[in-house]
């Protein structure tokens, strides 16, 4: 499986942007880059995925670079409900492995 | 709408007991399922996936074994729990026609194994 590299943890101000930066030097022309996020004692939950170009969604955007070596996770309006694991997943197949993701805490 | 329910939320065995964890989804015919453990803070591990009844394929060697005997229905098995396998499990679906597509998670089951 392709890997990813992600951050440990990030702050962010509530009410401010949250960029979470991903990595994946090794991505084949196939994988899907897909982000997931978990609350604690809870399953994980699905924020975005893409494959090339820019994706946005309700719940956040996903940019890639050009050479789709790394991409970045954006919240846009952090609140304290998106305190959460993100995890930045490559998906070519069926299965999808999970890294240790970035924790992310929300200061009101 | 497709709904996943996995069974029981919460459960403590003695090492060496059997388990069983239940997965079924509903709204939705053929779809990839998945078995996952997460350990005390820790990352999650893919332990089996199907991508059809009777299909079978495992991430870890382990003293876990999982079966699909129905199209929407995923079971975790143990014949003899290790304090090792205490975690929180999870099961999750995604559509058997998009292997790109997102997986949905249940809201887990977690063992303790005293």
């Known amino acids: 499986d392709a890997k990813t590299t992600q951050p440990n943890s990030m702050e962010s101000n509530e009410e401010e942007p949250v960029h979470l930066p991903c990595n994946h030097s090794?991505?084949?022309?196939?994988?899907?880059i897909h982000w997931y996020r978990q609350l604690p004692s809870q399953g994980p939950e699905y924020v975005i995925h893409g494959l090339t170009s820019n994706v946005n969604n309700r719940m956040a955007s996903l940019a890639i670079a050009e050479d789709r070596k790394s991409s970045t996770l954006i919240l846009h309006r952090a609140t304290l409900r998106d305190a959460a694991v993100y995890y930045c997943i490559l998906r070519d197949d069926y299965k999808l492995s999970f890294g240790a993701g970035t924790t992310v805490t929300v200061r009101a | 709408s497709q709904t996943i329910h996995q069974w029981p939320a919460t459960l403590v065995q003695p090492v060496g007991s059997p388990l069983s964890l239940e997965c079924t989804v509903e709204?939705?015919?053929?779809?990839?399922l998945y078995w996952y453990r997460q350990a005390a803070g820790r990352g999650l591990q893919l332990l089996f996936y199907s991508v059809g009844i009777g299909q079978i394929s495992s991430e870890v060697p382990q003293n876990l074994s999982a079966s699909r005997p129905q199209d929407r229905q995923f079971i975790l098995s143990s014949k003899k729990l290790l304090l090792s396998d205490s975690g929180f499990y999870l099961c999750?679906?995604?559509?058997?026609?998009?292997?790109?597509?997102?997986?949905?998670f249940g809201e887990g089951s977690r063992l303790t194994v005293l």
């Open positions: 709204g939705t015919s053929n779809p990839n």
């Open positions: 090794t991505i084949s022309g196939t994988d899907y």
């Open positions: 999750a679906w995604s559509a058997g026609t998009a292997n790109t597509g997102e997986l949905f």
